[in-house]
């Protein structure tokens, strides 16, 4: 998602916690002449780092959902990232359900198919008023 939201003139921060993850798309993107890339090495489990970096407009994150154990960083990371929108694209998996109903404590949830990737599944996360969190 960071490369194509690049390569649509968006000013990116991509992160990963893998080095060889940010070296494969700082190859991807110059092969593919995309500017305003910026990335990180950063882990979900600093979520004081990611803060630091922000406040953002959108997120995007696209198949994240599939280690258990990942689930309750990200849980704590998205609201302390200040964005308005979250869109998560998840290839439904077993997972999305329960990080989903959790991450309704703080976001108001949206899903739609995707049209040309019948598994595929679209999810807008919607910070809630203060007062609204459940």
């Known amino acids: 998602p960071s490369l194509a939201a690049a ?15 940010i070296d494969l798309l700082v190859g991807n993107a110059r092969r593919a002449g995309a500017g305003g890339l910026e990335t990180a090495v950063l882990a979900w489990d600093d979520p004081d780092a990611f803060a630091a970096r922000g406040p953002w407009d959108l997120v995007l994150a696209a198949d994240v959902l599939y280690e258990r154990r990942n689930l309750p960083l990200l849980l704590d990371l998205l609201p302390r ?37 019948p598994m595929v599944v679209h999810h807008t996360l919607r910070p809630l008023a203060p007062d609204a969190a459940r």
């Open 81 to 117: 990232l200040g964005a308005s929108e979250i869109w998560l694209a998840d290839p439904q998996r077993p997972l999305a359900d329960g990080f989903l109903a959790a991450a309704r404590r703080a976001f108001a949830t949206d899903a739609r198919p995707d049209a040309e990737r």
């Open 7 to 21: 390569l649509a003139g968006a000013a990116v921060l991509a992160t990963d916690w893998a080095p060889d993850s």
